[in-house]
Structures are given as C-alpha cells and as structure tokens.
C-alpha cells in the first residue's frame, strides 16, 4: 500500500495561502473525517498543520498517483475554500521512501524554517495522537510516525543539529533590539497564551523589559502565564483601549480571523505621539492586519520576515544537519526492514491457518467415515495420506513452475526449505 505526504510549507507558499490552508485545533477531527471519506483508496491520514506548513500523510490503497494527487488537491482546496489553481503550484507530493524520509526530517525539524527547532516535534506528536483519537491512524501509519517520532528523537540527541538554534521567539528579541537600543525601558504586550507565546514572554523576560501585558481570550490561561514570569494579564476585549500603552507587541493565537485592526494600532498611534511601535505578527493566519505596515513609525514583521535573523545562525548547524540526514536514512531503511518482517509475519499467519483449514476439513471427514462404520485402521490411513497429499500440492506446483521457468534461485530457496537432496 503507497504512503505519500502531501501539502505545502514555507518554501513553497507564502504566508497568505499558508494562513488560509491552515486548519485550526478545533477543526482537526472534521477534517480528517472528511478526508478518509473523501475516497474509498485513503485507508488512514494525520493531518499536521503548524505556521510553516500544512500536510497529510495517509495510507493508501492500490490507486493511479495522478488520480490520488488529484483527490487530495480538490479535498484541501474544497475543505479551506482554496482554488485548484494556487494549490497546484505551491503543493508538494512525495511517495513511498521520499514519503518516509520526509516525514522523519519533518519531525526532526530538518525541514522547519529554523533548521532544527525542537517544537515541530512536539506538534508532530500532537497530530498522531489527534488522528488516533480520530481512528485515522491504525497500523500501517502508526509504523511510520513511530519511526519518525524514534528517528527524531536519536537526531536531537547524537547531533547538535538543534543546539545553539535560534528560534522564532529569540529572532523576535533580536529583531526588538534593533528598533529599541535599550530594552530595558520598552512595554512588551503579548496576545495568546499557548507555547510560542510563552517562548517569547521567557526571552522578553531574560532581556528585562519593563513589563509584560498578556492578553488572551481565555482570561485565566493568560493569568497562568503572566504568573509564571511576574506579568500582568487583560482581558482581550482591553486591547484597544491600552494598546497605546505598550511599545512592542506580539501575537500568536489560533485565531482564524485577524483580532487587531488598523484601526486599533492607528488609534494607539495617535495616543502615543508617533513615538515607534515593533509588532511582530508570528500567527498564520495573520491576527494583525497587514495593513498597518503603512502607518508611520509602526514596524510590522511576520513569521517570514524572521528568517534572515535566524539564517544567520544557520551555518553553525548545516554540519550536524548532513550527520542527522544520515540518521533519517537510517530511519527509512529501519521503516522498511520493519515492514518486511510484518509482511513475513502475515505469510507465516496465512500459511498456518491455511495448514489448519486443511487439517479440520481432513478430521472431518475421517469423522464422517468412522460413524459410517468403516474400519478405523482405513480411515487413519486414509486420513495420513489425504493430509499428505493437500500439504504437498501448492509446494509441488511451485516446484515444478521453477523447474520450468529455469528459477535457480527458487529452486534453490525449495530445495533449502524441504531439506531435499
């Protein structure tokens, strides 16, 4: 059965169409849902949709590639509203072994925007566990993300590919002090309360600004996090009546609708006298609108926008990245050599409930004959020599099909397998 992952990530899309090819937490299990019934040949799917990247890896059954493709490019674009015509441009497709291996350096972020950053793992594991809860994940694709969850882990831990990695929330910091020379006086406001933010609070944090506002949807989850580093946490409705209070601002929510206009940061532009405001957008989809870039003395950065302060720490890692390809090699072929042993596992049942099929249909009718009143000592003769002759056919019509077709190496494998002389 094929294996392919499919979608479309940070080298091949931009963060508009990766905004709305995103499928959100809460719409996860429709989603997969509706994938596997989207066509008889998808047997199992996980879906992974993170900032960088939307993607499916699924199980398939026997089915033409170009007809898959199709099936999965009209899913997405029918699920997210998309056309067929951006999708095709910007989607990647890759089957079997290239499926494998990508989904290992997926996993082990070799495939991230910031080479080696440790949360793709995170999210990898939380869409298996999502696609299991679903039932979409059963054997076949549970062997695949455990390899990838057991290759990734050997990679952070024999490589430095993830070590001295810059992340999104440090490339922020960076990217802050190049507008404020001293941190140490600016306002920080933070929209969310899920793992990024809480990233970017603990590096605004290190770097002892003033002080950090946390607004978050769910009011108590943003006083969790405003406990934790000594902050104050708002409502999200305050946002536009305080926004003018803060210098920096950044948002990472599961928002599927911006939740700062123009509006609002023109507003806070006015109350704070045009003195600069450093927003840093590192949600997809977009919870600032872009628009805003327009105003004066207001420095808009998203997610993209990033990745030159993060390539800048990408050489010291490109080394440990060729030793951790090597390991995702390895994790390929451990796929495969697993794979044959559960195929070797599945002849081995095969054979043996063929051997008792044949078994209860001979006993059978040796019954048959003994409460018919024939001689005991004829029917377990007849018995022996009937079980002889029905385990004997299929291994001689393969016997003399090799001979046949001049098949020394199946010869040979028979002649092994019988012991023969």
């Known amino acids: 059965m094929p294996i392919i ?86 989607t990647y497709f890759c089957w079997d072994d290239e499926a494998v291996s990508h989904i290992i350096r997926v996993a082990a972020g070799l495939d991230s925007q910031v080479l080696g950053e440790p949360q793709i793992l995170g999210q990898f594991k939380a ?11 059963k054997s076949r694709l549970m062997d695949v993300a455990t390899t990838a969850i057991r290759a990734a882990k050997r990679i952070r831990t024999e490589t430095n590919v993830g070590r001295n990695s810059i992340s999104v929330a440090q490339a922020a910091v960076i990217m802050a002090r190049q507008i404020y020379s001293d941190l140490s006086k600016t306002r920080v406001l933070l929209l969310g309360a899920g793992e990024t933010i809480c990233l970017v609070s603990k590096h605004m944090s290190s770097a002892q600004v003033a002080s950090i506002g946390i607004a978050n949807r769910t009011p108590a989850h943003a006083a969790a996090l405003a406990k934790q580093i000594g902050a104050h946490s708002m409502p999200l409705a305050e946002i536009g ?40 957008d590192l949600a ?20 993209d926008d990033l990745t030159s302060v993060i390539d800048e720490n990408l050489k010291a890692r490109e080394e440990a990245a060729m030793q951790a390809h090597c390991l995702v ?7 495969k050599e697993e794979c044959r042993i559960r195929q070797v596992a599945d002849l081995i049942s095969d054979f043996r409930n063929s051997v008792t099929q044949i078994r209860d249909s001979e006993i059978d009718k040796a019954r048959s004959r003994l409460q018919s009143g024939e001689d005991p000592q004829k029917v377990i003769e007849r018995l022996g020599g009937d079980l002889a002759n029905k385990l004997a056919h299929q291994p001689t019509i393969a016997l003399k099909d090799a001979g046949k077709a001049k098949d020394q190496q199946l010869l040979e494998m028979l002649r092994n397998l019988f012991r023969a002389k």
């Open 5 to 90: 992952a499919f979608g479309l990530n940070h080298r091949t899309a931009g963060i508009d169409l990766r905004g709305r090819a995103s499928i959100l937490p809460g719409k996860l299990q429709p989603a997969l849902n509706s994938l596997v019934q989207s066509a008889a040949f998808v047997q199992e799917a996980l879906i992974l949709s993170t900032c960088n990247r939307t993607e499916v890896h699924a199980i398939l059954g026997n089915v033409p590639r170009e007809a898959a493709q199709a099936n999965l490019l009209r899913w997405l674009a029918n699920l997210q509203d998309l056309t067929l015509a951006e999708l095709e441009t910007t």
């Open 127 to 137: 869409a298996f566990d999502a696609a299991a809860v679903a039932k979409t994940c």
């Open 241 to 280: 009546n305080r926004l003018h209070e803060y210098d920096i601002l950044i948002s990472s929510t599961n928002s599927p609708t911006t939740i700062v206009s123009r509006e609002v940061v023109a507003k806070a532009c006015n109350l704070r006298r045009f003195r600069p405001m450093f927003i840093v």
């Open 284 to 303: 997809v989809p977009r919870d600032i609108d872009p628009t805003v870039s327009n105003l004066d003395n207001v420095y808009l950065y998203t997610i």
């Open 329 to 335: 090699d390895e994790g390929v072929e451990r796929y």
